[in-house]
């Protein structure tokens, strides 16, 4: 939906596994898609639904006789999404900006086997574990991470969102830490936020993220490789293949002026995302109290 949609400033958003929260942690610019399969129920699910139907949420519902009829499923949203496009206004089977994240990735990793090393930009500031890069002009003097963070989450307004992009090892505790920030953030923020792994998520929401509407708050996170894998054949290992891909895309969103910081975890990523989890809910009780 987000690579064949967000084009020419217009598209649409996918909000994957995000936890369903109460009504108030929502702003107008959500549609809810409740699919249930016959004879499976999921009460406290159904409970939340209920609620956001009380409320007045817009929910439109889909129910399954049979596993099988998630072909039928596959069809239909491969359908409504080629429909939006055309309703859009826009070409909804081609993704010209997932390819200008690619050109970036290549352009950087020729430049390491010619004998140069990736571009090494100083950070705006480093705080414990944590290290903050960016080029928005309103972060360039700040001096301690909450401040940064304060500021980056005040460039959002209603109908916005907040675009985790986590170039990490995906393990449970780090998807739990993860699914925890965004939480925090969507409830405080009432914006919607969406969290993908890198390189992955380049084929998913990327294209959005760059010529979609410019109202995306953009984090990407990085960590330290420890362990030095090469690849065999090429000048470089998975570690700077990893770093291209992350430096590569964070140059396309910086092209199209997106609103992105880019903070380095150290060398242990549980042990940065619980000093970043202090960060925000720092800001946080800042900004309700």
């Known amino acids: 939906m987000a690579e064949s949609t967000g084009k020419e400033g217009r598209g649409l958003l996918p909000v994957a596994n995000e936890p369903v929260g109460k009504p108030n942690v929502y702003g107008n610019d959500r549609l809810f898609i409740h699919i249930s399969l016959n004879n499976q129920t999921d009460e406290l699910l159904s409970q939340a639904i209920q609620q956001l139907q009380e409320a007045g949420r817009p929910i439109v519902k889909f129910h399954l006789s049979d596993l099988l009829d998630l072909g039928q499923e596959f069809f239909r949203w491969e359908m409504a999404v080629a429909v939006a496009g055309s309703m859009l206004g826009i070409n909804a089977f081609d993704q010209p900006n997932?390819?200008?994240?690619?050109?970036?990735?290549?352009?950087?990793?020729?430049?390491?086997?010619?004998?140069e090393n990736l571009p090494q930009e100083a950070p705006i500031l480093s705080e414990g574990m944590l290290s903050l890069y960016s080029r928005l002009d309103s972060l360039q003097q700040v001096s301690t991470m909450a401040e940064a963070f304060e500021h980056w989450l005040s460039m959002g307004y209603p109908g916005y969102y907040i675009a985790l992009m986590a170039f990490l090892p995906e393990f449970p505790e780090t998807e739990k830490m993860l699914q925890a920030l965004r939480q925090n953030l969507r409830d405080k923020q009432r914006l919607a936020t969406t969290l993908g792994y890198g390189p992955r998520f380049l084929h998913s929401t990327g294209q959005y993220h760059k010529v979609g509407p410019n109202t995306g708050l953009f984090l990407q996170?990085?960590?330290?490789?420890?362990?030095?894998?090469?690849?065999?054949?090429?000048?470089?290992?998975?570690g700077m293949f990893k770093q291209a891909e992350a430096l590569g895309d964070i140059q396309a969103l910086q092209r199209h002026e997106r609103r992105v910081l880019r903070i380095d975890l150290g060398e242990d990523a549980i042990q940065g995302l619980t000093q970043l989890r202090n960060v925000v809910d720092q800001v946080m009780f800042s900004r309700i109290s």
């Open 98 to 115: 997932v390819q200008e994240s690619k050109d970036n990735t290549r352009r950087l990793l020729s430049e390491i086997i010619e004998g």
């Open 221 to 238: 996170l990085t960590v330290q490789d420890k362990l030095y894998i090469p690849i065999p054949g090429y000048g470089y290992d998975f």
